[in-house]
């Protein structure tokens, strides 16, 4: 019989990544689909949900894909993960989509990787077997459309994979879990709004994302719960003129999971009982875009201890040439030492439109 070993550098890595990256996660497995891929949204402290209105809604919110009648563009993104460790990880993203005239909606396609780094396989004697790398992917396809004035919705399908360990001995597939999930979104945008007497025109946005939804991740005998959380967001256009665009946003996400030394609550039932545990991520970022080309960003993150303590502020910066859309952000973190200080994201969009 063979098992698997790793340093305690390594441990601690894997660890972190559950727990110290993407928030505590209430135990749940392949946290990677909680990251989020774009550089604009990063910047502004993590936010999108209300807001989504390219290519990368289908993370934020696949109801934003319905809003987008013009559309053909591809997302990428990349970022080394954790930087602080100097490790091995990276995080990748692309996306392709478009508008569909006979769906009457835009239709996208997702490919999201995480690489985990490279480990050491050994024997029960010490005797070490060779290396092997970690992984886990997911695999997505979205739908977006309009369901009534200033009003749409989107739902998103996904296969995930999770490679932690490869089969081997006693160890068949030990490693390695599989499952499938949907998001489902809305948004509304009102083309006009009253406020205070003053007809105000497309400064609103309004969105709920439901994530993840599907069964547990199961490892040979352990099953683990998916990140399923609810997501809501709201986007308010402070200047919008010939030269100059201010937004502000923000974003609340709660966790549905429940898990303790008796297992995970399975779905439905942890859409309830994960309201008593845990706590509400807030995000707050504001966009100023001059001319349509050059964009500066900033923002702040926070979570309550029990849902995983997470506090940082953002910054990041992007510029519009032709078809292209090129942005970064960069991860200022409260604490000394954090493992995600220092952590940069770059994303690029090309936007051909529609053919006519």
């Known amino acids: 019989m063979s098992m698997i070993r790793t340093s305690g550098a390594i441990l601690t890595l894997m660890c972190t990544l559950a727990v110290t990256s993407y928030g505590q996660a209430g135990g749940a497995a392949v946290p990677f689909l909680l990251i989020a891929p774009d550089a604009r949204a990063s910047g502004m402290g993590e936010v999108g949900t209300a807001i989504a209105d390219d ?36 995080y990748s993203y692309g996306t392709y989509g478009q508008y569909v005239e006979a769906l009457d909606g835009t239709i ?51 296969y995930i994979q999770s490679n932690l360990a490869p089969a081997g001995g006693q160890q068949a597939s030990a490693g390695t879990g599989v499952s499938a999930a949907f998001d489902i979104g809305f948004q509304w945008k ?17 969105g709920v994302n439901l994530q993840n939804v599907g069964p547990k991740m199961t490892y040979l005998n352990e099953s683990d719960p998916l990140p399923t959380s609810l997501r809501m967001g709201i986007g308010f256009k402070l200047v919008e003129d010939e030269f100059n665009d201010l937004l502000i946003s923000a974003d609340f996400a709660k966790l549905l999971v429940r898990r303790d030394s008796l297992g995970s609550d399975a779905i439905p039932k942890s859409f309830v009982s994960a309201w008593g545990v845990g706590g509400i991520e807030t995000g707050i970022g504001l966009e100023y875009i001059y001319d349509q080309a050059v964009a500066l960003r900033g923002g702040y993150f926070s979570e309550p201890k029990a849902a995983g303590a997470r506090n940082f502020f953002t910054l990041g910066a992007g510029v519009t040439y032709d078809v292209f859309v090129l942005d970064f952000s960069y991860i200022l973190t409260v604490e000394d030492n954090h493992p995600l200080a220092n952590t940069l994201r770059f994303s690029l969009i090309v936007d051909w439109g529609v053919e006519q």
């Not at 053909?72 to 100097?86: D, E, G, H, T, V």
């Not at 009102?190 to 309004?206: C, F, Q, Y």
Request: aromatic content about 12%; overall charge neutral.
């Open 55 to 90: 290519i990368n809604a289908v993370f934020w919110n696949p109801a934003g894909l319905g809003f987008q009648t013009n559309t053909r563009q591809i997302a990428l993104s990349f970022s080394k993960w954790l930087p602080q460790f100097n490790a091995d990880l990276f």
């Open 108 to 158: 996208a396609g997702t490919f999201i990787f995480m690489n985990l780094g490279e480990f050491t396989r050994t024997a029960d004697d010490g005797t070490e077997l060779g290396k092997f790398r970690s992984n886990e992917f997911s695999i997505g396809v979205s739908y977006g459309t309009q369901i009534g004035k200033d009003v749409t919705a989107g739902v998103q399908i996904k």
């Open 190 to 206: 009102p083309t006009k709004l009253n406020i205070l007497g003053a007809d105000l025109d497309n400064v609103l946005a309004l």
